[in-house]
Structures are given as structure tokens and as C-alpha cells.
């Protein structure tokens, strides 16, 4: 039996009727939305102008960190449901690169019969 992190609990989110919302949100989060309908537009880059609309009963998954501007429904609002992913614990990459160092260094040893 292996051992498993348990998901961390999905946080709700409700924005009234017209409201908007600046909101840090990761890559990979899910937002489903319950009620009403949003807008999302996605963190400033360079050259993307891609907004994407959800309304009750959908979902869509974030493909990029970073403050999420989320425009409610004029007349509604919305309620969703953020479902943030659960990422491992990043292992350092040091230790592979000194291991590696090191075997490079080292004189090879042959042997002759």
C-alpha cells in the first residue's frame, strides 16, 4: 500500500451580480462553475487577448499561474467552485548534477587481462 497525499478541499467562490474579481489562481487549478455565468480573462502576456466564458454547469482547468481577472454575469452573478491542484513536493536538482559531476571527473578505471 503506498502512501497518498489527500486532495485539499475545493474552495467556493461567489462574485455578484456584475462584479469582478482579480484572483491569484495556479496552473492546473479547475474551476466549475454552479450557478450563473464568467468570464475569464487570463494573466497579461505578450500577444494573448484569450478570454473564456463559463457558464453553470461546466468546468474549465487553468493552463497558466498567475491573478486571473473573473467578471461575473450582469444580471445573476456566479458561484463556482475552485478545485486548486495537489503538487508533489519538488525534489532538488542538485544532488542529480553533483552525482553527475562527479562520475565525469573521476579517471575511468579499466582493467587489462
Known sequence: ???????????????????MGLHWLAAGT?????????RLEPPPRWGT???????????HVLETSGWWHLHADARRGAHLRVV????GTPR?????????????????QTSRG
Open 30 to 38: 479547475t474551476l466549475v462553475a454552479l450557478e450563473g455565468s464568467l
Open 92 to 108: 532538488p536538482a542538485w544532488p542529480a548534477m553533483w552525482r553527475w559531476l562527479a562520475n565525469w571527473i573521476q579517471p575511468r
Open 1 to 19: 500500500m503506498t502512501a497518498k497525499t489527500p486532495a485539499s478541499e475545493p474552495e467556493w467562490l461567489a462574485l455578484g451580480a456584475g462584479q
Open 49 to 59: 487577448a484569450v478570454h473564456h466564458t463559463l457558464s453553470a454547469g461546466h468546468a
Open 84 to 87: 486548486v491542484p495537489v503538487l
